[in-house]
């Protein structure tokens, strides 16, 4: 049994890995990748920020201690932080990848608070990575007025024992995100189930979710198995999908999103655990005109994860599990907060949260668990721990964040896909990798599969530098105005780069085929019709489209064998040479979102 305890002040400054506990700094992490990502998973979640100019780090210092342990598992951690010379306001607790264990707490001077909570330690696989992390490490970190060495002392006890573990499993808005020294709750990057440890006593909560994952890669990329070797009776898996799966056609909310959904609960119900599904938390809403929502027969504000929410609930009913709406009641927050929903996220983003955000999303759904009849017993531990909610407005911070040095490049890192090794150009996909057009975040490029016409879009207009259009009109029947890929498409329409002659018509409705395999000759198309700087003259046959693409060295099939699909690994190879004809591209500004 492992158990250790000690107490630092200002006389232990420096980490010292013999001892196995001290002060630590994220300049003291030894990464393979030199990421900020892989940083500060050996930091507690910390990233240094380096500011243009001289910015005062008064009350927004953060203290961080690392002890490593013998082996993984779970650990009771019992910490006491006493103010020698001033009170201490604002304190901030935070542990493992900067879970939030306690928020706003003030420490008179003189006095002592103790928090007593449990970890777990488990391997994870970094950001950017394929390989398992399995560094046996706990980090505690805090921050707030005057959490200096000279003024706060800090005593732990960290004990090995077995409680039961509450598993989450989602996207970047569920995940532990890592946040800058000085520390900005306006300006932190948070997933709502970072700050979920808030309320549980008598169980650990280890967050499994990851950046760009789909309810697909979390599988395949090895997260999910980690959870499947260690998940036992008693424990509970949180799982909140959504984001990632609407930008993929195999995904469809009733189709393959659902299915494994399906698949998590009963695996989870066969290790002996307990499941809770969670609908995406929604994104700022879109909104139409007055005239557009009578056209379109819709309310004036709409989501694009609709469906997806509405899929996670049906399963939730079929398989008896408790259902948490978070899509539903965001939106609504969203709604009620009018323009000053923008504060919930992060600077220039509708999708991640900040700090203040992921506080509000975790008390909606502690009060949603709570309110349910089923939910009552489901999460492990003590959860109703007496913490009340209480509002958090970012009114209170400063709302304008110091220009900082960006973090070093996360598409300088060499190939992460584990499946590209049979494919010939690995060279243009290096090229289109440099580009940003690939995903770093997933660990599968699946290279030799064909790419449906409606996924390409995404890629498309990140290497055309173009950005999607909303509303969109409907003018073809197989996509609705909510769909992910209907914004790009709306685009393609006002910049005439749709082929007619690559859609389908029946009576008077016409089809984009979104699902369809792209072939050769679209790819072509929407190429040289952008390549046409005049819209107006972008009626190009297919045929002429397919022969100045061959010319230009775009398009490098051997045979121009009509209507054979392309696959995914020659799209990002033939969108990286025309990114190198297309110059000016390279130079060109824009917001992806669509």
């Known amino acids: 049994m492992f158990s250790i305890n000690f107490k630092l002040q200002n006389n232990d400054s420096l980490y010292s890995q013999g001892r196995g506990y001290g002060f630590f700094t994220p300049e003291m992490a030894v990464t393979s990748s030199g990421t900020a990502h892989e940083q500060s998973l050996k930091s507690g ?104 060495q000279e003024n706060a002392v800090l005593e732990v006890t960290i004990t090995e024992e077995k409680v039961p573990v509450i598993w989450i499993g989602g996207d970047s808005t569920v995940t532990d995100q890592n946040a800058g020294i000085p520390y900005f709750p306006f300006g932190s990057f948070s997933g709502w189930a970072q700050t979920l440890p808030r309320f549980i006593e008598g169980a650990a909560v280890c967050n499994m979710s990851h950046s760009g994952l789909t309810s697909n890669c979390f599988r395949d990329d090895g997260h999910y198995d980690i959870i499947r070797e260690m998940i036992k009776p008693g424990d509970c898996l949180i799982m909140q999908f959504g984001h990632n799966d609407q930008k993929r056609r195999n995904l469809a909310a009733f189709g393959g999103y659902a299915d494994n959904l399906r698949r998590y609960v009963k695996e989870t119900r066969q290790a002996g655990a307990e499941a809770i599904l969670c609908s995406p938390i929604s994104r700022v809403p879109l909104e139409l005109s007055e005239e557009d929502a009578n056209a379109l027969n819709m309310d004036r504000h709409y989501s694009l994860l609709a469906d997806h929410a509405k899929a996670t609930e049906s399963v939730a009913k079929e398989l008896d599990v ?123 490029l699946h290279p030799d599969a064909p790419m449906p016409r409606a996924q390409l879009l995404m890629v498309l207009f990140k290497a055309l530098r173009i950005a999607g259009t909303r509303p969109y009109r409907g003018k073809y029947s197989d996509l609705k105005i909510d769909e992910w890929d209907s914004g790009y498409v709306e685009t393609l329409i006002s910049e005439n780069l749709i082929d007619p002659a690559t859609t389908k018509s029946e009576g008077d409705k016409l089809f984009f085929r979104p699902d369809e395999s792209l072939t050769y000759e679209e790819l072509d198309s929407f190429l040289m019709r952008f390549y046409e700087s005049d819209k107006d003259k972008r009626d190009i046959p297919l045929d002429e489209c397919v022969r100045r693409a061959m010319e230009l060295g775009i398009d490098e099939r051997k045979e121009a064998a009509p209507g054979k699909w392309i696959s995914r690994g020659e799209v990002y190879t033939a969108l990286a040479r025309f990114i190198d004809l297309e110059e000016d591209i390279k130079t060109r500004s824009i917001n992806f979102e669509a």
């Open 45 to 148: 979640g910390w990233n240094t920020r380096h500011f243009y100019e001289e910015v005062s780090d008064e009350g927004r210092k953060v203290q961080i201690v690392k002890v490593t342990v013998p082996s993984f598992g779970t650990y009771r951690v019992s910490v006491r932080i006493s103010a020698l010379n001033k009170s201490i306001e604002h304190l901030t607790l935070f542990s493992s990848r900067r879970a939030m264990i306690a928020r706003d707490v003030t420490v008179p001077c003189g006095s002592t608070y103790e928090k007593t909570y449990h970890t777990a330690v488990t391997p994870f696989i970094p950001a950017l990575s394929a390989t398992r992390c399995n560094d046996k490490d706990i980090f505690i970190s805090y921050t707030g007025s005057d959490v200096s």
């Open 322 to 444: 408790p259902f948490i709406d978070l899509h539903g009641q965001t939106f609504e927050k969203w709604l009620e907060f009018g323009d000053n929903a923008k504060d919930f996220f992060m600077p220039g983003d509708v999708t991640h949260t900040n700090e203040y955000g992921s506080v509000m999303i975790a008390d909606i759904f502690m009060k949603t668990l709570r309110s349910l009849d089923k939910g009552k017993d489901t999460l492990p531990g003590r959860c109703d721990n007496g913490l009340t909610f209480s509002f958090w407005s970012p009114e209170s911070d400063v709302k304008v964040i110091p220009a900082q040095e960006p973090e070093p490049d996360i598409f300088s890192i060499p190939l992460p896909y584990l499946d590209i090794a049979g494919f010939e150009d690995k060279a243009g996909l290096e090229k289109a990798f440099r580009y940003c057009l690939l995903d770093p975040c997933v660990m599968f």
